[in-house]
């Protein structure tokens, strides 16, 4: 039951990943096409999602959207991560005052509202693909800090870090050899974790308006575009939403899946 | 947990199904009931309204920002105040053109070119019980071009001086306006409820910031103000010493409801009984479910400013214009629901003139552009996120400007910074927006060289001599000339892309009687009834 389940997510976010790499081949018209005269179209033949308000083929938007939504959610990770989990090793290796100063800033943001901190940065450096990215990638540093300093910390209390110590291991390769390796059985599942937390982070900025600016989609302003037509055209908003919602899951589920994974590889390794 | 997941899945698909399934069949609902019910506000004449018990509710699609009059700027703020309020004169539409009729006023006279003889009305009390005087009304004006955003723009020339040097009073009832230099629109902008009249003490009291308390909201009009929430709802309850009409329900309830959806379901539900800024895409859901859709020509022009000292070049600015099929937005985007632009005041305005248009002609403004030498410029196209419209406008715009050559990024804001990025800053090369002036000559003081509602920074010497003139104009035929030439050197100066006048769309429930709808989007009450 638990494999399956976990299959099913993976195969989810392969095609996810599948149709927003490909989108320039799978989208059968330009994702922002406007063609006033055949607006809020239900599905058909030719447009199988429909068309939105400005009569663009809906098929065509979300498979950009999902190229768009993924690139902000997994560059804004990736600087996340690069800089969080760095940070944090360096702050539980040096200890003292840098670990106190890094602790100390890292906690003022942590402290302070995600989406506020989103807001307010997006409203200094102006929205777009790369203010959206970050602004989420702020929001997440902090996190990635955490989880990494003190997992750190109790790697370097161990005994084989002792001796390694005590055989005259340099600090680098101390950072490297041990902290490291194991940092990633931690990091590694909660990256694929935050990615759902990028992607709802993402959405939620685009509801309120900021986020990617029109006309290139993303699942969020998808559903900020749409969202004034369920009465209307109620399969517009569905589908990004259910798509996210779907994506959500998935992630979730395999960042459970890849926790256990790992962690068993590492205990018998 | 992971059963619980499977099923949030399995919700999901199913939701997803019968959103699609719901769809097919409201579209057949919707297409097999043809209603017909009138597009144009009708007026229902009473001798005298049946006094009810009824209450009264409109759902709002934004907050109010203020309860202080002088203080008011949206529409949301007039539309509640307004039945608060009464000013000198009174703005009025009878479905094809707006009229300023004495209000508060009984009789006026201008004496000469400078002075002007006002008398009030007998028996106007306050909603405080206090009988309405000379006094009242001097210290109103007074605050009002004092403290008043708008106040001071009816009521200051160009070089931000007073028009009024001073009010004179006679006796309880009789005043004279004093000008400082002859101004012919002084009853259009005495008609604007930024001129609004309060009692003398409270505009004494407040002389120098806005009323904070609900009790001190205090004017002649037919509700008194009795709580407000901030964003959430103002209750009002009608006044029984209204001087004129009064109205034929006891209570009024504004409810904010800034989600579009929350106020369709509100009215189709009956928990509203009448919906403002509603979509034109609404208009056949509503009508299908038995709603009434009420229309009006509007007065707010979209437009598309454009930032004169960025793009100085007039044949690029009119290119622009040339670029964008209006008829095919106003058909398709607005369903209708609006006017193309033929000048650049609504034709509501008495004396609005109906100019040369700019027809879509791809090639004509391909050719302005090469002879310019504009051509693959790119432009920043800045919209606030206030307003869906808006921004689906943005991205049509941008395609109609790409079959020209002209590259266009859209950039979103947030409403405030979008106001201050384009009327303080002017840090843009073109920005979506919509003024809704009360007076033609209102309208067009925005493209007064320095005017602070001139986002594009548009400077023409001519224009502001021409408005100069017309403040002094006397000779009505000769006045109407220069109105004429003047909206006639904006139309081609071309500061903006003008776009198309906004109808304004009201949904009623059908127990709704004999409401009127102003071109503001301003709703009449005074002969509203439940039937």
Same mark, same amino acid.
């Given at each position: ?269 | ?38 597009? +144009? ?114 009521? *200051? ?56 308390? +609900?009790?001190?909201?205090?004017? &002649? ?54 919906? &403002? ?19 009006? *020509? ?50 509501? #305005? ?34 606030? &996120? ?29 409403? *405030?910074? #979008?106001?201050?990025?384009? #009327? ?95 071109? #503001? ?11």
């Amino acid at each position: 039951m638990r494999g399956l389940v976990a299959k099913i997510s993976l195969g989810i976010i392969f095609a996810e990943i599948f149709l927003a790499l490909l989108a320039n081949f799978i989208a059968p018209y330009p994702y922002y096409r406007v063609d006033l005269e055949n607006r809020l179209r239900p599905p058909s033949p030719t447009h199988i999602l429909g068309t939105d308000p400005l009569g663009r083929d809906v098929f065509s938007r979300l498979v950009y959207a999902l190229r768009i939504s993924f690139a902000v959610a997994i560059l804004s990770l990736a600087v996340a991560l690069l800089i969080g989990t760095a940070l944090g090793m360096v702050s539980a290796i040096l200890g003292s005052v840098t670990d106190a100063v890094l602790s100390w800033i890292f906690d003022v943001v942590y402290a302070m509202p995600g989406f506020f901190i989103a807001i307010a940065i997006l409203l200094i450096i102006g929205s777009g693909v790369m203010g959206t990215a970050a602004a989420i990638s702020l929001t997440l540093t902090p996190i990635f800090f955490r989880l990494s300093r003190s997992a750190a910390r109790g790697v370097l209390v161990k005994q084989y870090v002792e001796v390694a110590k005590a055989l005259g291991a340099s600090t680098l390769r101390i950072a490297l050899n041990y902290v490291g390796r194991e940092l990633m059985a931690v990091v590694i599942p909660a990256a694929v974790y935050m990615l759902s937390d990028a992607i709802a982070l993402e959405a939620t900025l685009s509801v309120v308006g900021l986020g990617v600016n029109p006309p290139t989609p993303s699942l969020g302003n998808m559903i900020s575009e749409y969202k004034d037509y369920v009465f209307v055209a109620p399969w517009l908003v569905a589908t990004p939403i259910a798509i996210i919602a779907l994506t959500i899951a998935s992630l979730n589920i395999l960042a459970k899946e890849l926790d256990k994974k790992l962690n068993a590889f590492l205990e018998a390794a | 947990m992971n059963r619980k997941f499977l099923y949030l899945v399995i919700l999901i698909i199913i939701a997803v199904l019968a959103s699609y399934v719901s769809e097919s069949f409201l579209t057949r609902r919707g297409a097999s009931i043809t209603i017909t019910v009138p597009t +144009t506000s009708t007026t229902v004449y009473l001798l005298s309204n049946p006094m009810q018990n009824a209450t009264l509710r409109i759902a709002l699609s934004t907050d109010i920002s203020t309860i202080d009059i002088h203080y008011a700027t949206g529409v949301a703020d007039f539309e509640v105040l307004g039945n608060v309020y009464e000013s000198l004169f009174r703005i009025t539409y009878n479905g094809s053109k707006l009229a300023y009729i004495p209000w508060l006023v009984k009789e006026f006279k201008q004496l000469n070119d400078t002075a002007w003889l006002f008398v009030l009305r007998n028996g106007i009390m306050f909603q405080n019980g206090e009988r309405l005087t000379a006094y009242d009304v001097k210290a109103s004006l007074e605050r009002s071009m004092r403290l008043s955003g708008i106040g001071k723009q009816l009521l *200051t020339d160009a070089k931000g001086r007073p028009i009024i040097s001073d009010i004179v009073i006679i006796n309880d009832t009789a005043f004279i306006i004093m000008l400082r230099e002859p101004f012919t629109p002084l009853i259009e902008h005495l008609a604007h409820l930024s001129t609004a009249i309060m009692p003398r003490d409270v505009a004494l009291k407040y002389w120098n910031g806005p009323i904070n308390s +609900t009790q001190d909201v205090i004017g &002649t009009g037919p509700f008194m103000l009795e709580s407000y929430e901030k964003g959430s709802r103002a209750v009002l309850k009608r006044f029984d010493g209204y001087w004129g009409r009064k109205p034929a329900i006891q209570n009024l309830v504004y409810l904010i409801l800034p989600d579009a959806n929350a106020r369709i379901s509100a009215i189709l539900s009956g928990s509203v009984d009448i919906a &403002t800024g509603v979509s034109p895409d609404m208009v056949n859901t509503l009508r299908a479910q038995g709603i009434e859709v009420y229309r009006v *020509t509007g007065v707010r022009l979209v437009l598309v400013a454009i930032n004169c000292l960025r793009i100085p070049d007039v044949r690029v600015r009119q290119a622009l214009n040339y670029a964008i099929n209006r008829s095919a937005i106003v058909k398709e985007l607005m369903d209708g629901y609006a006017q193309v632009a033929m000048g650049i005041a609504s034709p509501v #305005f008495p004396d609005a003139a109906v100019l040369e248009p700019y027809n879509y002609n791809v090639s004509k403004a391909r050719e302005l552009i090469e002879e310019a030498g504009f051509a693959g410029k790119k432009l920043t196209l800045l919209v606030s &996120t206030r307003s869906p419209k808006d921004v689906q406008l943005a991205q049509v715009v941008q395609q109609y400007l790409k079959a020209v050559g002209v590259d266009v990024e859209i950039v979103q804001m947030e409403h *405030t910074a #979008f106001l201050k990025r384009v #009327f303080i800053d002017h840090d843009f090369d073109l920005a979506i927006y919509g003024p809704s002036p009360s007076s033609l000559y209102y309208a067009l003081t925005y493209w007064r060289t320095n005017a602070s509602l001139n986002g594009p920074q548009y400077s023409n010497p001519e224009v502001d001599v021409l408005l100069d003139r017309i403040a002094r104009e006397v000779n009505e035929s000769k006045r109407l000339e220069l109105y004429r030439d003047v909206q006639e050197v904006i139309w081609r100066d071309a500061p903006a892309m003008w776009l198309y006048f906004e109808d304004v769309v009201v949904a009623a429930r059908p127990s709704v009687k004999g409401l009127q709808i102003l071109p #503001f989007q301003k709703l009449v009450l005074d002969s509203m009834y439940i039937g």
